[in-house]
């Protein structure tokens, strides 16, 4: 055999090698839950990979641009699906990037706030949603299971009735908030609801061992009454640095500090990754 074919199977083979092992590396990463909260500055984008070779996003960020890389960077590449997209509510900070994996992913299902906003990014969202395979209304009970067994779910628990194409002036007391469990660990995600919602959570069982804290860290969440009930060890702030609102607000912070909170802020920190 000549050289340079030989030189030509080995490189071959080499990169079939690498390749079989980067496939082996990515499932290996699926063989748990791993939680991602994504810093994209101010606004909110989560991803959850599962055992069962499941993606989920949980809102979009604002910028298509950075969500994209992100998503780059921790599906593989040969994983072109998610599995589903849950949007809390329509705001910008929360759906500005879906053109991020509805244009490269093949997207199943969408779960959604019924809510309508007259804006251009609200256009865009709608839009591109109707590319999956199925959209549904979220409402108080509604739950998504993630194995067939039943011990991995979503469960809704706010807003307490479906609210298909209704508009209202501020959409964040009209935030999709739900508990999930995955494995042994419970996450309250709680979008952009402020005390006043909180005070209507507190009649359920909430107790998680992370939350992802409302509203970006504002003093208008994040109630004493609230965090005593939910009870986590961990919380969540999902803020942009040197943000315009100045989120987390110093009375926010104050109140987890007096309870003794592990608090992880994407402003400071980056992504924060939960692996278990």
Excluded: C
């Amino acid at each position: 055999m000549k050289l340079s074919v030989l030189l030509y199977v080995l490189i071959f083979l080499i990169s079939a090698n690498l390749a079989v092992i980067k496939v082996f590396v990515d499932l290996k990463d699926y063989n748990q839950f791993t939680v991602y909260f994504f810093d994209v500055g101010q606004g909110d984008a989560i991803l959850i990979k599962t055992p069962y070779l499941q993606n989920i996003i949980i809102d979009a960020g604002p910028s298509a641009q950075v969500l994209s890389d992100k998503l780059t960077k921790n599906i593989p590449f040969w994983m072109k699906r998610i599995d589903l997209f849950l949007a809390t509510h329509p705001e910008y900070d929360h759906i500005g990037g879906v053109k991020a994996f509805f244009d490269d992913y093949k997207v199943l299902n969408v779960l959604r706030s019924g809510l309508k906003k007259e804006t251009k990014t609200f256009e865009i969202f709608t839009e591109y949603i109707t590319k999956a395979k199925n959209v549904s209304i979220a409402q108080k009970g509604t739950k998504v299971f993630l194995d067939s067994n039943k011990t991995n779910y979503f469960k809704i628990l706010w807003p307490k009735e479906n609210l298909n194409n209704v508009f209202v002036k501020s959409t964040n007391d009209y935030s999709i908030v739900f508990l999930a469990r995955l494995s042994s660990k419970k996450f309250l995600f709680t979008a952009d609801i402020s005390s006043k919602i909180e005070k209507e959570l507190i009649k359920e069982d909430i107790k998680s061992d992370i939350l992802k804290v409302p509203h970006h860290g504002s003093k208008f969440s994040s109630s004493s009454e609230f965090l005593d009930k939910v009870s986590p060890y961990f919380a969540v702030i999902m803020a942009g640095k040197g943000n315009r609102y100045n989120h987390p607000h110093q009375e926010t912070l104050k109140r987890l500090e007096e309870r003794n909170i592990k608090v992880l802020r994407t402003d400071l920190m980056g992504d924060i990754v939960f692996r278990f």
